[in-house]
């Protein structure tokens, strides 16, 4: 049936009315009230509103239902010939939702009741919601799944995303507690931090079920995990913290991203078979870059001899009167459109066949840093005088820079700059109302700016570099199988990604002659693959509902130069790991939900290169060899949930994960691992315990409550990490290795509370413990085995978040809901630090800051919005949590966009 026909015009309001979540209840298709005719249905599975309002538009019966009950819910297919409440019925099953038939005989829908529930055998009536169980049940909605999970977790809508874009795509985060990305102003990738696990694909990147991130070298800053997504192109972000039991949890012992890409129920409004989404927009505080080797911020700074005395004769050094160029400090004055972004995104839908494209551009160049605050640097001159035996005395001068970094209040940020494009293709197949076979390519190109971050740790200062380019491609097939069986609810899917990555990092040493002023190119192709197959089984029983979730993963990966000329920062390796895992779902009764799961991990890595092996035993002796590590390990998830009264849970969670070693740990590079074979996978052993609300109507008729509160602690042993490995007398060199033990535990909140005229967010972390602990070698001396700011000359240091990080957004719902504004306010603190000059890697202090933004979205109708953005209102100059390195982050920011649906 052709999709035009599927709607009546009276329907269309509700159809609308959903979509824009309006709060007053609709009722739609009126006629008289009388006996139930049986009528034939084929509606594929979609959003819950459309198939309810297809199945009374059909029946030609009034149907009422709160538009923001079904917000986000989806239905399954409706198949068969039925009456229009079996139909209701069928396609409410595990909504939590239920049908009512009222005194006039016109049918309502309203949450279903708790406790409305009896047993006759194995049946249940009255109030019978189904199964209970919810492992792999899509129909909650995304946003309201973290608060009725015992794991902690988030989800991302298109409009947050769209509110909080910020100016790199890790900005989109920021109000996600106990979520970071690290090294948020550097290539613009995306490289997650959740609960102190970053990097190494700790925090796996999944998006539309498959990974791209890559291990990139930093020099003495450490390294980077990055995978690249243009915001335009996301329609949900689902985050899970900590090990998860899913196909997409291998190896995720800090927690899994998944990002979903635009499909057409993103784009097609209304009863239409098409739809067009074009956006828009620019933004201010940003310029070009400048040529390669153009200087930006302080220098000159360091010690001068500028006398001398007492019979001593000496050459006295000028002490600089400029420390730093003029140039960069030009910034544009507010609204001046400076960057921009755009995107158009088209959908057709056909009766088994569906067509989504989308491309995007975004261009900004270099930021500028906020002007206001405590942290700009500033040189601070300083003069001592050392006398000797005979009275001769020398005079120095020292200059050093205070402040968070080197760039100045308000300068241009070098190296800041992003030029991307975007392409996506998704077409899905529908042969029957229970299959779907979705296939989809989406290619991403920046052009960026790209400094090595210890170019500035060093003292050289800020250099803008050549800029560095890196090209994404993408491919998926997604295949499901749900057919009315509750044995089966069928998923496969395989994906291929390869990203080549072109870094320019650009170097100069005044001190030294003019062939130290050089650009270095490192050139990499990271290859990925991988193919899953999941099924989910539900079962009703005289001891409960039972749902079983498991399956199998396979992934190949394989790291190496575009040139044939090994470069120092590249990897030259293979690898491949595969898992099985098994989940299951037990609720006996209304107030007790128990989960468990087991999965076992193996893999296998060859280095092409060849490596100079070390010897155990004295005279240490090194051997040519390729280097090779392999590994397997089985670990188990076990949760409790308590449900007092209905919309509060308590629960208590023990989950393991391990993560094998990667590529970038069991190969040489430019950080040796010099006994692969030897290194242990990783074993994270988390304990979470937390209350959960999800309550509507729970002061007023018309409200939402959502609130999570949760203690975590978790345990990491064989923490793998960059370390100073001793060899004979004071010889030392740099190796992967693995390290006792990580340990985080802290509190996290999230609450968000809404009314159709108010809403708000409240979010916050806060660390009571961190540590890591190292009882091997500590070079070139002994040291405490452990400290919460890291270990000796490890990558960890920079991956330990702030101590307290807290975000509260409050807005408002005006002329009819059509304008939404509020304003965002954040605070993030210190991070724990080791001593200064304890590590050969330095460790970042960003300080602490607060943030204002605000935001407004005005729909002029239901086609055309406006959307108004202020980043850091009040022009703080700050550097960003996570931050590799001395970056100063964007100064204010306007951004004014409009989004335009066909």
């Not at 149907?63 to 297919?77: F, I, K, M, N």
């Not at 279903?112 to 909605?141: C, F, H, K, M």
């Not at 040519?624 to 670990?635: D, S, V």
């Not at 308590?650 to 069991?666: H, I, N, Q, S, W």
């Amino acid at each position: 049936m052709p999709a035009s026909r599927l709607f009546r015009p009276s329907c269309l309001a509700l159809a609308l009315a959903l979509s824009l979540a309006a709060t007053a209840p609709l009722v739609h298709a009126q006629t008289a009230p009388g006996a139930s005719a049986t009528l034939d249905y084929h509606i594929a599975a979609g959003p819950l509103g459309a198939t309810l309002n297809r199945i009374a538009a059909d029946a030609g019966r009034t149907l009422s239902v709160g538009p923001a009950l079904v917000r986000d819910l989806r239905a399954p297919a409706v198949e068969g010939r039925m009456s229009v409440e079996q139909a209701a019925e069928q396609a409410l099953q595990g909504s939590g939702l239920a049908l009512v038939t009222t005194a006039s005989g016109a049918l309502t829908v309203q949450r279903a009741p708790a406790s409305g529930v009896q047993r006759v055998g194995t049946l249940r009536v009255q109030g019978d919601q189904g199964n209970r169980t919810v492992l792999g049940n899509e129909r909650l909605s995304p946003a309201d799944r973290p608060y009725a999970s015992p794991q902690s977790g988030a989800y991302l809508s298109q409009e947050q995303i769209e509110r909080f874009r910020g100016t790199q795509a890790g900005d989109i985060f920021k109000s996600v507690p106990g979520v970071l990305n690290g090294d948020n102003r550097n290539s613009g990738a995306v490289d997650l931090n959740i609960r102190g696990m970053q990097g190494f694909n700790r925090v796996p990147v999944v998006i539309d079920g498959s990974q791209q991130q890559v291990t990139v070298y930093r020099g003495y800053a450490g390294v980077a995990g990055r995978s690249y997504i243009d915001p335009d192109m996301i329609g949900g972000i689902n985050i899970e913290k900590g090990p998860s039991a899913g196909a997409e949890g291998v190896g995720a012992i800090g927690g899994v991203v998944s990002m979903r890409t635009l499909n057409a129920e993103d784009i097609i409004t209304g009863d239409k078979d098409w739809g067009i989404r074009l956006k828009g927009g620019f933004s201010d505080n940003s310029t070009s870059p400048p040529p390669a080797y153009t200087t930006g911020g302080l220098r000159n700074g360091g010690q001068f001899l500028t006398d001398c005395g007492g019979g001593r004769t000496c050459t006295r050094q000028p002490v600089p009167t400029t420390f730093a160029d003029d140039t960069g400090m030009d910034r544009p004055g507010t609204g001046t459109p400076t960057g921009g972004s755009g995107s158009l995104a088209v959908a057709k839908r056909w009766d088994q066949f569906e067509v989504v494209g989308v491309y995007a551009r975004r261009k900004t160049g270099n930021y500028f840093a906020g002007e206001n605050g405590p942290n700009a640097p500033e040189p601070v001159l300083s003069t001592r005088r050392t006398t000797d035996s005979r009275g001769r005395w020398v005079e120095y001068t020292t200059v050093n820079f205070e402040g968070l970094n080197r760039f100045r209040a308000g300068e241009e940020v070098l190296n800041t700059s992003v030029d991307n494009q975007s392409w996506l293709l998704k077409g899905t197949w529908k042969p029957t109302a229970h299959q779907a076979l979705e296939v989809g390519h989406m290619k991403f190109q920046s052009r960026y700016g790209e400094l090595m971050p210890s170019a500035i740790l060093r003292g050289e200062g800020a250099l803008q570099s050549a800029l560095s380019d890196v090209d994404a491609d993408t491919w998926t097939a997604r295949y499901r199988w749900n057919p009315d069986n509750d044995l089966i609810d069928f998923k496969a899917n395989a994906w291929k990604t390869m990203l080549d990555n072109t870094i320019r990092n650009t170097y100069s040493f005044p001190a030294l002659p003019p062939e130290f002023t050089y650009i270095e190119v490192t050139y990499r192709q990271a290859e990925r693959w991988g193919i899953d197959a999941t099924n989910t089984s539900r079962f009703i029983t005289g001891w409960g509902d039972m749902a079983l979730q498991y399956g199998l993963t396979h992934g190949k990966e394989d790291v190496h130069p575009i040139s044939a000329t090994q470069s120092f920062s590249s990897n030259n390796a293979k690898r491949q790991e595969s898992s099985a895992f098994l989940s299951g779902e037990w609720v006996p009764t209304d107030w007790l939900k128990v989960d468990a799961a087991v999965r076992h991990t193996r893999y296998r890595s060859y280095d092409r290169q060849i490596s100079q092996v070390p010897s155990t035993t004295r005279p240490i002796i090194f051997t040519p060899t390729h280097l090779e590590g392999r590994g397997n390990g089985t670990t188990p998830i076990a949760a409790l949930t308590w449900t007092p009264v209905d919309g509060v849970q308590v629960y208590a969670r023990y989950a393991e994960a391990m993560r094998m070693p990667g590529l970038f740990e069991t190969s040489s590079g430019p950080v040796p691992t010099t006994r692969p074979m030897d290194l242990r996978p990783e074993h994270a052993r988390n304990r979470e315990y937390g209350v959960n609300l999800l309550r509507d109507g729970l002061f007023t008729g018309r409200d939402k409550a959502r609130l999570k509160v949760a203690y975590f602690d978790n345990h990491v042993k064989d923490y793998l990490t960059r370390t100073t490995m001793q060899l004979d007398g004071w010889v030392s060199a740099p190796v992967i290795e693995n390290i006792d033990r990580a340990d985080f535990k802290g509190y996290e909140l999230s609450a968000e509370y809404s009314t159709p005229r108010f809403f708000g967010e409240l979010s916050g972390t806060y660390y009571t413990y961190t540590n890591f602990c190292h009882s091997g070698r500590a070079y070139p001396t002994r040291t405490e085995a452990c400290h919460a700011g890291g270990v000796n000359d490890s990558y960890a240091s920079n991956h330990i978040p702030p101590r307290a990080a807290g975000a509260l957004t409050l807005g408002t719902h005006l002329f009819e809901q059509r304008l939404t504004a509020g304003t965002r306010v954040s605070y993030t603190g210190h991070r724990p630090m080791r001593e200064a000059g304890a590590s050969l890697i330095p460790v970042v202090d960003w300080g602490s800051y607060v943030l204002v933004d605000v935001f407004a979205n005005y729909r002029l109708n239901d086609h055309v919005a406006v959307d108004l953005t202020v980043d850091n209102l009040t022009d703080r100059y700050y550097m960003d949590a996570m931050t590799l390195g001395l970056m100063a982050s964007p100064g204010r920011t306007v951004r004014l966009g409009f989004t335009v649906n066909f």
